[in-house]
């Protein structure tokens, strides 16, 4: 690993515990950083930027839907509003941030120095800001951003303006900086354990960022390949999309779901992991089932790949494909059911206490079962015929991957943030953040069920009168959500700045190497020498 | 459908300690509101609604059970009150159970979901056939078979515009009501056939369970047999670009004499109303006729004051296409504008309108607003132009 250690013109013999940072200054220390911690923070922060986009982007969308008629935006710009929202959301805010976790957190969990290709893991972080910058960019090309939805289905996709191919090569970038992050991690995993740390030894949060990784390096390219041919039909006169030319407008479907399943585990998983090391840190009691937890992802990661039609029940399928994809989808429950078993075997006659990290991951918990049942009953053809495209999916999803990856992702900062900064953040304003965080999420999302089975079509700027009042009340929960996160950001900013000192170890349950081997805060060069642990 | 009843009452109140685990106090305010599936006007609908009440309270009954136990060790094993952790951390008979439980559970909801996606995929033997397309925005309806074979007609959103932009008080199927409501026989198996002119669609009426997409260049088909006397609604559910929320499906189902008598009155209509493309028009007539025209087809993309949104949609008003020669305008209509190999917003018309009503509203774009042409242009002169 001396490359690694080069770079930083290190000696790489130094003392573990008190290699400092000795390059570049100010903001080409970012640019040109190959440090995992340091990446790891830029990964953070940019997820948080685009958080705060995409939720302006909610808002927006909110307050057209807070009353009928139309009063703020025109239905082309609201469509390209819930189309941006869906993107960065997505590839900008939720999977950026648990890259942000792999990079500070596997090398500290596993023994390791950094990560294995430390240059290309720069560049994996510095491809996403271009890519950024093209998805807001095409809101002010000719036609605007592509009014789409995320999922871009063709053939709508050719009637878009430039916004359109913006949007596909900013989804080329934000693919090849996944591909370059997973081939990395997945090769600092197999490869940079320290002696003694098996696999079957790994904390359960690295367990999980292996599998995911497989599943970019597995999906990526088909996303890839599936926008690639939406570009090739708008501009070069192919027609794979266009049954006018011999193609089919449902093959992009399943090529983007054949993507799109796979993407939804790629968000869960991470997400899977950083509960799994909160709960039983703070159940005081080691995790249930560690082996049948491996298992039990790596089977979710298999059966995700055979599922992906479930999202399809309307185009028309023969009856034999409706019913495999039905099959194949209600087993996913067995192992998703395993996992929500061993978490609550673990808090089961634990010593709980319940510091914030612990409130967001039972809220994890508690909602993305919620979420995991609702998927369920829309797994059920007959039952999605009637809720395909309505808010009760919107609903659906949002209890995913709000309930479930955003909750995890603030239980995994509260949890790491005094290991990374040194600092404690202020409790009572986290059980502040957490309280109301679950309370407005709720009340945006648990009427939007209500909202799809009376029947609310999504993707709607304007809507019959019935459905007003739960439309307000979902709007009301939406603004306070907004300004609660608002809160989280103080709150960060007050930790880092004037946080009360944390000690090595400020959660006692907790069990893995960074809390075990490594002093708080981090510092900047750890496990030169790897521990050993056998 | 004595049990389905209770069954129904029992996820009511299931749904409603859900609400209450929730702790928004919402489930009171719920009772009051459209909260459920719309009631079923159809079997088939009743069987999709049973199931989902069934699956909805195992899933209550499910969640309850696990987050009792959970909440119990957050009210029991806390360290506060002095728990001392155990360490056990696995225990193979558990973990066997807490596997093949649910998938054995699963089983169970599979079999008679199995029954109800394949009667709902039988479309064999209908009693009436109507082809549904789905156009940017609004639906066309093609009675192709049985009872009203050749009754053919577009249905549009019948809401005004100054109820969608609030400066007139909304109806009460504000967004809901179209201008033509498809009109089928209560008790007869109707088979749809879906397709679409342009993007993706999707042709959904809830009461019925009935909803598929519609995808331009290929036939998908559903079937429902209505058993309710009554007009239900609702809308598009497929993101089909701008007006995506603005192209209502209105079904209304009559007994077997007034659909005759219905069938009867639009045969005759369509003897007495033909636009006769032989006669020569009046500008005045011309204008007027399409002025209508242009507030169903035109008016979303052009705007009512011409001015269109530029660059996706362009102005009218003061446009070279529309002020230049009146076959390069006869044109773009009829055969829509194509731009490197593929169709735009702007579609071929000539699908969609007759010879009289195109003459017309090309007459309406060339007199009015700041467009003065003087110019009436005759069905004749349209027909010519028809590949």
Redesign the interface.
């Known amino acids: 690993m001396s490359a690694v250690a080069d770079t930083h013109g290190h000696d790489g013999h130094a003392d573990d515990h008190h290699g400092g940072y000795h390059g570049a200054g100010g903001i080409m220390r970012w640019v040109t950083t190959t440090n995992h911690k340091d990446i790891g923070t830029l990964y953070l922060w940019f997820s948080f930027t685009m958080f705060m986009t995409g939720g302006a982007m909610a808002m927006a969308i909110r307050l057209e839907l807070f009353q009928p008629g139309i009063q703020f935006f025109n239905p082309d710009l609201f469509n390209q509003f819930t189309t941006m929202h869906g993107l960065i959301m997505v590839f900008g805010a939720i999977m950026p941030a648990f890259v942000g976790f792999a990079n500070w957190q596997i090398p500290i969990m596993i023994g390791a120095p950094d990560m294995a290709f430390a240059r290309l893991n720069n560049w994996s972080f510095w491809l996403l800001p271009f890519a950024a910058s093209l998805l807001i960019i095409s809101f002010f090309t000719p036609g605007g951003a592509p009014g789409v939805g995320w999922t871009m289905y063709a053939p709508l996709t050719v009637q878009m303006g430039m916004g359109m191919d913006l949007t596909i090569f900013a989804v080329h970038l934000l693919g090849m900086s996944s591909i370059l992050g997973s081939i990395n991690i997945i090769t600092t995993i197999l490869n940079m354990r320290a002696p003694g740390m098996t696999l079957m030894r790994m904390p359960l949060f690295v367990w999980t960022w292996l599998i995911t990784a497989y599943l970019l390096v597995a999906a990526m390219p088909v996303l890839a390949g599936a926008v690639t041919m939406t570009l090739t039909d708008r501009h070069f006169g192919t027609s794979f999309f266009n049954a006018a030319g011999g193609g089919d407008p449902v093959l992009y479907q399943h090529i983007f779901w054949f993507f799109g399943h796979p993407e939804v585990y790629i968000i869960a998983l991470p997400a899977f992991g950083v509960v799994s090391q909160v709960i039983p840190a703070f159940s005081r009691k080691p995790l249930f089932g560690y082996a049948s937890m491996v298992y039990a992802t790596s089977a979710i990661a298999i059966l995700s790949f055979i599922v992906w039609a479930h999202h399809m029940y309307t185009v028309g399928m023969p009856v034999q494909a409706q019913l495999f994809f039905m099959y194949s989808t209600t087993l996913i429950a067995v192992p998703t059911g395993v996992k929500v078993f061993n978490w609550v075997a673990t808090m089961w006659k634990g010593s709980l206490t319940f510091e914030t990290p612990m409130l967001f991951a039972i809220g994890f918990l508690f909602l993305f079962t919620l979420g995991g049942f609702t998927g369920l009953v829309l797994s059920l053809v007959p039952i999605d015929i009637q809720l395909q495209d309505t808010y009760y999916v919107v609903a659906h999803f949002h209890y995913v991957m709000v309930a479930g990856a955003l909750f995890a992702a603030f239980a995994g900062i509260y949890f790491w943030l005094p290991k990374w900064t040194g600092r404690m953040y202020d409790e009572t304003l986290g059980k502040w953040h957490f309280w109301l965080t679950m309370i407005f999420f709720n009340m945006i999302f648990f009427v939007q069920h209500f909202l799809g089975l009376a029947g609310m079509p999504r993707r709607i700027p304007d809507y019959p009168l019935i459905f007003e009042t739960w439309n307000k009340i979902s709007s009301i929960g939406a603004f306070g959500f907004g300004l609660t996160q608002l809160l989280f950001l103080y709150l960060i900013l007050k930790a880092i700045k004037s946080g009360e000192k944390a000690p090595q170890k400020p959660w006692e349950g907790a069990d893995s190497l960074e809390w075990t081997h490594l002093p708080t805060p981090v510092p900047y060069h750890t496990f030169e020498t790897p521990p050993n642990l056998k | 459908m004595k049990a389905s009843k209770s069954a129904r009452s029992f996820a009511n109140r299931a749904g409603v300690v859900l ?1 209450a685990v ?3 106090g ?1 489930s009171g ?2 009772l009051a ?6 009631p079923a006007g159809s079997k088939l609908a009743a ?2 609604h049973w ?2 009440e069934a ?2 309270i195992l ?1 209550t009954a ?2 309850v059970g ?2 009792g ?2 909440f119990w ?2 009210y029991a ?4 009150k002095g ?8 225990n193979t008979t ?2 066997i159970l ?2 093949v439980i ?2 054995v559970i ?1 089983v169970g ?2 079999w008679p ?2 029954r ?3 009667a ?2 039988d479309t064999s033997n209908p009693d009436l056939t109507i082809k549904v397309t789905g156009y940017q925005w609004k639906w066309g309806y093609d009675y192709v078979k049985g009872e009203g074979e050749g009754i053919s007609f577009i249905s549009t959103l019948s809401t005004p515009r100054d ?4 400066r007139a008080p ?1 109806g ?5 009501e179209v201008d033509n409501e498809l009109v089928v026989p209560i008790g007869k198996k109707v088979r749809i056939l ?1 397709t679409a002119a ?3 669609h ?1 042709w ?1 009426v ?1 009461v019925f ?1 009935a ?3 519609a ?4 036939i ?2 559903l079937w429902f047999k209505p058993e309710k006397i009554g007009t239900f ?14 192209m209502p499906i209105v079904v209304k189902v009559v007994t077997q004499d007034e659909y005759s008598k219905w069938v009867g009155a639009q045969m005759k209509l369509i003897a007495a109303t033909a636009d006769d493309p032989a006669k020569t028009y009046t500008l005045d007539d011309l204008r007027k006729r399409g002025e209508q025209v242009y507030a169903k087809n035109c008016v979303v993309c052009h705007q009512a004051t011409g001015k269109g ?1 530029p ?2 949609f362009p102005p009218l008003d003061g446009s070279k296409v529309v002020l230049g020669p009146k076959d390069g305008q006869i044109t773009t209509v009829l055969n829509g504008v194509v731009k ?6 702007m579609v071929a018309f000539g699908k969609q309108l007759n010879d009289v009503e195109l003459a017309a509203v090309i007459t309406f774009t060339r007199n009015n607003w700041g467009n003065k042409t003087g110019e009436a242009i005759q069905p004749a002169e349209v027909k010519a132009l028809r590949k």
């Open positions: 609400g929730i702790g928004l919402f305010l719920a509101l459209e909260w459920n599936l719309q069987d999709i199931l989902h699956v909805m899933c499910i969640f696990v987050f136990f959970m060790a957050c094993h806390r360290k506060s728990h001392k952790a155990a360490q056990f951390h696995e558990v973990e807490w596997t649910p998938a699963l909801i599979a979901t199995t109800v996606v394949i709902q995929k109820q969608i932009e609030n909304k009460e199927h504000y967004l809901l879906t342009d993007v993706v999707s959904w809830p369970g909803k598929q997409d995808i331009p260049g290929f998908r088909d609604r609702s809308q598009c559910v497929e993101l089909c670009g701008k007006e995506h929320g603005f949104m660059p996706a490197n190999g593929t169709p735009t917003a």
